[in-house]
């Protein structure tokens, strides 16, 4: 299930996946670390230098949002216009496998980020101190903030060092350096993650993902200490966000014989009737209990004698299990319909749909295809 979308954006056709990963292509140089790295807006996410910013789906944003593209109205506020395309589910898909990982304690980023180790340009201690001042606090002469005061106090973070933080990024034609007018924009825009200036020339020509290293908090205390180590940062998450991208299979599974309207809720079934409410609710939660049982019978058996509603409670399950993101696919057997008369396209139509809906068991049907070239004529 891709983050930040529903159930139906998941679902798309195997082909698109072959387009999206043809062309997604992240730089991960982090020398150039102008096309890495960002402002942070500290608020409640309590962003650090450092810390990794991900554009993802959130509220009425697709991820990224132009924050100087608009128009100009009462007492001078900006009134924006357009909208943004959001990232591809392919790539949707992989930021909730990478925060599915980071949840059960495999945080590949920060192997990769060893890499970085030793070279002065990308090491964290050479960046030095992580200082936060007042918004409205104007920096002080030099090109360093050591004379600067009035640094905001901030707990001490514990555990991992870098933080990812998932949400909406601003993205524009200009710098922003100064505290007061960061802290406007991100209430304005519903409290976005950073500012950047790159993002939204992609979005709507070019299907990917804006991930940011931050450097600076998008003040006017903003030098280029962190860039370094942000980029770093930034790099090496992009490359867990690809590590678990699975890789396009070359069998065209389109070329595989289905059955048409086979599915619960295809064309040709999704006016026939389900159950009732609070009608065979016993039946009901005895499969619910099955599909929910680690430990149960591979199959569940609905048998009894015809007009029974044996196909109403089938139907009331499947959609039940689709809304609770359990249903891998299904197949409505109906009696004189071509296909749908026999199984002989049951298991083609099962494993092409399981492929829509799961792309990562696209290599494993490959395999089999590969070691038994003739299981297709066996049906």
């Given amino acids: 299930m891709p983050t930040g979308r529903p159930i139906w954006y998941s679902v798309c056709g195997y082909h698109r996946y072959h387009r999206y990963l043809d ?31 991900v554009s993802q789906p959130f509220g009425k944003y697709g991820g990224v ?21 959001a990232p591809p589910p392919l790539l949707l898909n992989a930021i909730s496998r990478v925060r599915a990982n980071h949840l059960q304690g495999r945080i590949d980023f920060t192997r990769y980020s060893a890499a970085f180790h030793g070279l002065p340009q990308f090491d964290r201690h050479a960046a030095g101190p992580d200082k936060l001042f007042e918004a409205t606090y104007e920096h002080k002469r030099g090109e360093t903030c050591e004379s600067c005061t009035k640094v905001v106090i901030r707990p001490t973070r514990t555990g991992q060092e870098v933080l990812i933080h998932y949400g909406t990024i601003a993205s524009g034609n200009q710098v922003i350096k100064d505290g007061a007018t960061r802290d406007r924009i991100s209430s304005e825009l519903g409290d976005v993650l950073c500012f950047e200036m790159e993002g939204a020339g992609l979005m709507n020509s070019f299907p990917c993902l804006v991930i940011r290293g931050i450097c600076d908090y998008a003040d006017i205390h903003k030098n280029k200490k962190w860039q370094g180590y942000a980029a770093a940062t930034a790099a090496s998450f992009a490359k867990e966000v690809l590590s678990v991208i699975p890789m396009p299979s070359k069998f065209d599974f389109t070329t595989l014989s289905t059955a048409e309207g086979a599915s619960f809720d295809s064309r040709d079934e999704e006016h ?7 009608t065979r609710t016993e039946l009901r939660c005895q499969i619910a209990e099955w599909a929910d049982s680690e430990h149960g019978k591979c199959i569940f ?8 509603g044996k196909s109403t409670i089938a139907r009331t399950v499947a959609r039940s299990f689709k809304d609770n993101r359990q249903l891998g696919a299904s197949f409505f057997f109906k009696r004189g319909e071509g296909d ?37 004529d066996l049906q």
């Fill in 23 to 53: 062309a997604f292509h992240v730089p991960l140089n982090p020398a150039r670390s102008d096309g890495r790295i960002g402002g942070g807006v500290p608020s409640k996410h309590d962003i650090r230098l450092g810390d990794v910013v």
């Fill in 65 to 85: 949002v132009q924050h100087d593209l608009g128009k100009i109205v009462t007492q001078g506020q900006m009134r924006r216009t357009g909208f943004l395309n």
């Fill in 272 to 278: 026939n009737a389900t159950c009732l409410e609070n």
């Fill in 301 to 308: 058996w609905l048998n009894g004698m015809a007009g029974t």
């Fill in 340 to 376: 749908r008369g026999n199984a002989t396209r049951f298991f083609t139509t099962i494993v092409t749909n399981l492929i829509m809906r799961i792309p990562d068991l696209a290599q494993h049907v490959e395999n089999a295809l590969r070691d038994e070239p003739d299981i297709l």
